[in-house]
């Protein structure tokens, strides 16, 4: 099919460059006649064939213009691929100029030799077996390996579940992840035409994969695989080991690795140990991070010499041996149908380098997992399990003791940082199960790259470490997982959150240059910046200054007004869109509730988070569940010594103060067994096994049931009632101040939403609990409309606007005219004596925001026009009224057809007079009916985009009736 395609469109091109150079002989013959023999009479001739031959070039162009024109006016304030490549600037080609040869270390510029010196490091990368400096094990070694180590297995009942044929609905479902826009691989078949397709294509897929899996092997041509490269930052450019390898595959092949993967996803976290938090289902980098913050703590506390150890692996995933992961599978009780499945992506792949569009020879791969499939990182983290597993049970490898337990551990996939005690016994034995682990695997640690941090060392001893260990140190700091990790704890917010003061304004400055309107400066941040200070709140959730945030958010705000002085409230700026603000991220209630989202894992403590145990044993306390009570939170929080515990509950202290207004009492979601916690001699298991599981369902709506209504419901014995006068006693006596959260928080803390994001819902809430914005704006409307309006309705007038344009200098006009933000004459004579209040237009009358607008005769009469243009639509419109020609007010009671045209009509009639802002020119209904017409069609565009054309052409018929000049019918 995709030939089929591919020769249509050289057809076409075929006949538009002959037709072309036919006008270009023609006119050559011409014109030289012309010259030559004075013929002045073809002259006409000659300028006709340059207007065929103009018209053929620029029909192209002109398609295209429209098209970019069009997505400029959907996409340019939005976040997306259009807003990156602007900020991110022109396109650069990932050319590689010069390269060394891996063999003969000579430079070559020539593109043909660039790539062909990457395939041949490549090669000798994936297929290490060719290596003599490579030891390669054998069967007997990796099994003797294996057995020295106790690894969890699948069960038989997991194994006959992952060993059944695979479903249609497991390939759809794959297919649906699939992501738009993305490079395909050997065979040319996009992503887009599988999720396209995916009703015709998903039956053929099944058939095909569990033939593969039954097999346990592909055809050669489906594992091939186009090799790109990523320049490594601060690299020489030279070194073909400068560049990361991304693997394109076929999208099959990646389907079907998803299907797998979606299958192998939820026996991970059983099979791999909580040490271990990348590519695991509920785990995560904050998990790792905070889990150092708890160490830390102990290390500084106790004054225990230690060190920190971040291991570097050199090229972990492309070294990894087939043999060894064939046989690790094995010991995790992954056998049969999936083992085979697994296995057939690595029967007989091969590969070829792409570089400056020149493609390599092809070459076999005989070891490694591939970076670009869906499958690599469960495979990967399985294959490293083993050697975490030997160095936890490794009693000469001492880690730090906390309680009963001891940690050596913290993972994020190859990223590995030990915690080790007794430096001088541990690291050699750990150099020793690294130099084990590498002999049957393929692993090789880079020295020169992996880091020690000392603490509580003297001098003595760090200088012995060091001349008997060939790795790096650092006495201030090291990486991992992108934030600083220092000594003592309390240097923590120094090194990773004062720098970002600095850091903040030099990225805002860059993105200041760039022309983009209020709305689109706060979706660049959002897009940009955001998420590099939400994965710091995550990542370390220490106590933070009020003056930071201050300093973030003076510099946030004066780049959004493009520094100018600010004509309304901060808490207009930083109302979400949908309740009449600009969505200004506040990053203080961002750096909230991002600790409240992480700490709801302490609602559940269901054993996977190693960290809350570390936690859980710097606290008096049984159990961290200790939250029921405001004073109870207030009398405990601030005697903990460990700052990730006090900040966390001042933080739900502070919660549950501001939404005191709230109808919900202590009827909340939380384990039953929080009140064994904090009453004596309670013993609550035999009510929790009965179903009676969380403190809710001891009530109805808010009055507490009679132990008769939960024995009956729940079957408790009489012998328990005694439990239930603790229970009352305990809630009449506590309750004075009881914990009250908002419903959508209280959501959150089900078991069954643990795995949900709550981020925005603590947002939305955080924000909602602040004291309400200052309504004089709506009031002058209000009085000017004379209308009484609640926020529903100006809700409504918001809503009306974005369900009818994607554009959004459309929705930042009208938020605009809400808060009279227009520096009107009225508005700047109070300010400067110099200039007249009255209306620039010259009609003698005070120039106010309504004036401008609407109420100016000169601007009355483009309004006539209007609303007479208007009347040809089936509705019945004796006048267009000012509340809904300048704030939308009502237009959503209006019928879908009209209402599409009323708001485009009226937004752009809006921006049409703020473009002539401080002059006499009035728009001419021609030009605004003009744009209304490029608009709609831009909507069309996007209907396109989105699949919702059909929706759209029914509503958008009736403009095309009443303004029936359309011309741009090529998407038609």
Not at 6 to 30: A, D, F, G, P, Y
Not at 308 to 316: Q, T
Not at 790 to 819: F, G, P, Y
């Amino acid at each position: 099919m995709r030939g089929v395609f591919i020769k249509q469109s050289s057809i076409l091109k075929r006949k538009r460059k002959e037709k072309t150079n036919s006008l270009l002989k023609e006119i050559k013959v011409l014109e030289k006649e012309i010259y030559d023999k004075k013929k002045t009479e073809l002259i006409p001739q000659v300028e006709g064939l340059r207007q065929e031959l103009r018209e053929i070039l620029f029909q192209q162009y002109d398609k295209w213009h429209i098209i970019l024109k069009e997505n400029w006016y959907n996409d340019r304030n939005k976040a997306g691929k259009v807003m990156a490549q602007k900020i991110k600037g022109r396109r650069i080609v990932q050319r590689i100029f010069k390269m060394k040869d891996p063999h003969t270390g000579v430079t070559t510029h020539h593109p043909t030799e660039i790539v062909n010196a990457l395939a041949k490091y490549y090669e000798d990368l994936y297929n290490l077996r060719q290596h003599s400096d490579t030891h390669e094990p054998t069967c007997e070694e990796i099994d003797q390996y294996l057995e020295s180590v106790n690894l969890p297995s699948l069960d038989h009942f997991e194994q006959k579940q992952i060993n059944i044929p695979f479903s249609r609905h497991e390939i759809e479902i794959a297919i649906k992840t699939l992501k738009r826009d993305k490079a395909p691989g050997v065979d040319g078949f996009i992503n887009d035409y599988y999720i396209k397709f995916m009703n015709i294509l998903s039956k053929p897929l099944t058939d095909m994969f569990n033939e593969v899996a039954t097999l346990g092997t592909f055809p050669r041509e489906s594992l091939s695989a186009i090799i790109t490269t990523i320049p490594k930052e601060n690299k020489d450019p030279t070194d073909p080991s400068s560049y990361r390898p991304i693997s394109l595959l076929n999208t099959d092949l990646k389907i079907y690795a998803k299907v797998i993967a979606n299958r192998l996803a939820p026996l991970i976290p059983q099979l791999v140990h909580s040490d271990q938090v990348g590519f695991v289902k509920g785990r995560g980098t904050n998990d790792a991070t905070r889990k150092v913050l708890a160490l830390l703590h102990r290390i500084e506390l106790s004054w225990t010499p230690s060190l920190l150890v971040s291991l570097d692996a050199e090229k972990a995933f492309d070294r990894v041996n087939w043999t060894y992961l064939s046989r690790v599978l094995g010991k995790f009780g992954c056998t049969g149908y999936l083992y085979k499945a697994i296995m057939a992506l690595y029967s007989q792949p091969s590969a070829m380098v792409l570089s400056s569009g020149f493609l390599s020879s092809p070459f076999n791969i005989t070891n490694g997992t591939r970076q670009g499939c869906p499958l690599s990182p469960l495979i990967f983290i399985l294959t490293l399990e083993p050697l975490a597993e030997k160095i936890r049970n490794n009693q000469l490898i001492h880690g730090i003791q906390v309680g009963d337990a001891e940690t050596k551990l913290g993972m994020y996939a190859d990223d590995i940082l030990l915690y080790l005690q007794d430096p001088l016994i541990s690291l050699p034995n750990l150099e020793t199960e690294l130099n084990n682990f590498s002999k049957i695997s393929y692993y090789k640690l880079n020295k020169n790259k992996t880091v020690i941090l000392p603490c509580n060392l003297d001098l003595d001893t760090i200088q012995s470490l060091k001349k008997s260990s060939p790795y790096s140190w650092s006495e201030k700091s090291i990486k991992y997982l992108g934030i600083s990790v220092t000594p003592l704890i309390s240097q923590i917010y120094k090194e990773n959150y004062e720098p970002w003061i600095s850091r903040l304004k030099t990225k805002l400055e860059a993105l200041s240059k760039l022309e983009f309107s209020w709305l689109g400066r706060t979706a660049a941040f959002k897009m940009m910046v955001l998420p590099q200070l939400l994965y710091l709140f995550r990542n370390l959730p220490v106590k933070v200054p009020k003056k930071f945030f201050t300093s973030l958010q003076k510099l946030l705000n004066k780049f959004v007004l493009m520094n100018k002085s600010p004509r309304f409230s901060n808490r207009i700026l930083t109302l979400h869109a949908s309740n009449l603000g600009f969505g200004v991220p506040d990053i203080e209630l961002y750096y909230r509730a991002t600790v409240l989202d992480q700490s709801r894992v302490i609602w559940m403590e269901d054993g996977t988070k190693h960290w809350i145990e570390l936690e859980q044993n710097q606290t008096i306390f049984s159990s961290y569940k200790n939250l029921l009570e405001t004073k109870l939170i207030w009398k405990t929080y601030r005697s903990i010594p460990n700052m990730m515990i006090t900040n966390t509950l001042k933080l739900w202290k502070d919660l549950i103060k501001s939404s005191s207004n709230n109808p919900l009492a202590i009827t909340q979601p939380v384990p039953l067994s929080t009140l064994a916690s904090v009453i004596k001699e309670l013993s609550l298991g035999n009510w929790i096994d009965l179903g009676l599981d969380t403190v809710d369902k001891l009530f109805q709506n808010t009055e507490l049931k009679s132990f008769e209504q939960l024995s009956q419901q729940y079957n408790i014995p009489k012998s328990e009632e005694y439990k239930y006068f603790k229970i009352r006693k305990f809630l009449q006596t506590h309750t004075s101040t009881p914990l009250l959260l908002p419903s959508q928080v209280t959501k959150l803390l089900l078991p069954e939403n643990i795995f949900q994001k709550g981020l925005s819902v603590f947002y939305k809430t955080l924000l909602s609990d602040r004291v309400e914005p200052p309504r004089c704006q709506l009031t002058r409307w209000q009085e000017y409309l004379q209308l009484d309006l609640d926020q529903e309705e100006w809700e409504l007038a918001v809503k009306s606007l974005r369900n009818s344009t994607h554009c959004v200098s459309h929705h930042e006009n009208l938020l605009k005219m809400i808060w009279r933000w227009y520096l009107t004459p009225v508005k700047i004579a109070k300010f400067d004596t110099k200039v007249t209040p009255l209306c620039w237009r010259d009609c003698k009358q005070a120039g106010s925001l309504e004036h401008i607008f609407w109420e100016c005769p000169k601007i009355q009469g483009l309004w006539k026009e209007i609303e007479v243009f208007l009347r040809k639509l089936p509705v019945n419109l004796m006048c267009i009224p000012p509340s809904m020609a300048l704030l939308h007010i009502k237009t959503m009671d209006l019928p879908p057809k009209e209402r599409l045209i009323f708001n485009h009509i009226f937004v752009v009639t809006r921006c049409k007079i703020a473009e002539n802002w401080k002059s006499k020119i009035i728009p001419k209904i021609e030009d605004i009916l003009k744009t209304v017409e490029f608009n709609l069609n831009a909507e069309k565009t996007w209907a396109i985009r989105s699949g919702n054309l059909q929706s759209f052409l029914v509503r958008s018929s009736l403009w095309h009736s009443i303004y029936p000049d359309t011309k741009l019918n090529y998407l038609n």
